[in-house]
């Protein structure tokens, strides 16, 4: 039976109908052991996609892995993933960080979820303590989930983490406008229009290489990000 008839008849996603995107910006320290994790995890089954504006190895290091590398000028951590989750041609998408923060291993519970019904799944990193994450990160991203979940009026725990599934339905019909922030409207968005968003408590490792986030100016951004989408989806609701 073909997987798009086995679709037609209720049939379960597999890792054939999954891509990986990320956006990659001078991650040679890392992109290797993440794309290795994601072969592994999903048998090689899995389109990985990396947007990239690297100046050292990380796109070699992509293609020899057998990724799809997207290369575009360096215009901010939104536009790149935004490009990826564009450049993705399977049903569901999944997005990651490539500095091996993120736990592939997890990849099927993910994808449990999507075959549960849910429409985005996020991965929630500080249910564990998130105890590889710097203090002064930990205390602004649990600002940042209480400062969405007031705007969107649901309990939200972990608004900017980079790992996510969805449907591609929603990523296909929303439009996105952040770049530092766009983590954060990734899920404010669709929790706001209704879709079955569902976090799941992941664990979070220390990264490999350099943060390119200044704590301080991306904080701020991030939060005007949260406050203008939130803004904006309850005007939409209002307007409905």
Not at 51 to 56: N, R, T
Request: aromatic letters at 6%; proline letters at 4%.
């Amino acid at each position: 039976m073909s997987r798009a008839l086995d679709r037609e008849r209720g049939g379960d996603y597999t890792f054939d109908d999954v891509s990986v995107v990320m956006g990659t910006y001078n991650e040679e320290a890392a992109i290797g052991t993440v794309l290795d994790d994601v072969a592994r995890v999903t048998d090689g089954r899995a389109e990985v996609v990396c947007v990239d504006g690297s100046s050292d190895g990380t796109p070699e290091i992509a293609r020899e892995r057998g990724a799809r590398v997207v290369q575009q000028r360096p215009r901010g951590y939104g536009v790149a993933v935004a490009a990826a989750l564009a450049s993705a041609t399977r049903p569901v998408v999944v997005t990651t960080d490539c500095d091996d923060t993120y736990p592939m291993e997890r990849l099927p519970d993910f994808l449990d979820a999507i075959n549960d019904g849910y429409d985005v799944v996020s991965g929630d990193r500080l249910y564990h303590g998130a105890r590889a994450m710097p203090p002064v990160n930990r205390l602004g991203n649990r600002a940042f989930a209480l400062l969405a979940s007031v705007l969107a009026g649901r309990r939200l725990h972990d608004v900017t983490t980079g790992m996510r599934a969805y449907r591609r339905a929603v990523v296909d019909g929303i439009e996105w406008t952040e770049n530092t922030g766009l983590s954060a409207e990734l899920l404010i968005r669709p929790v706001a229009r209704g879709y079955a968003v569902r976090e799941i408590p992941i664990e979070y490792a220390e990264r490999a290489g350099e943060t390119k986030l200044d704590p301080l100016s991306g904080g701020a951004a991030i939060a005007k990000s949260i406050v203008t989408v939130g803004v904006e989806e309850r005007a939409r609701r209002r307007t409905r």
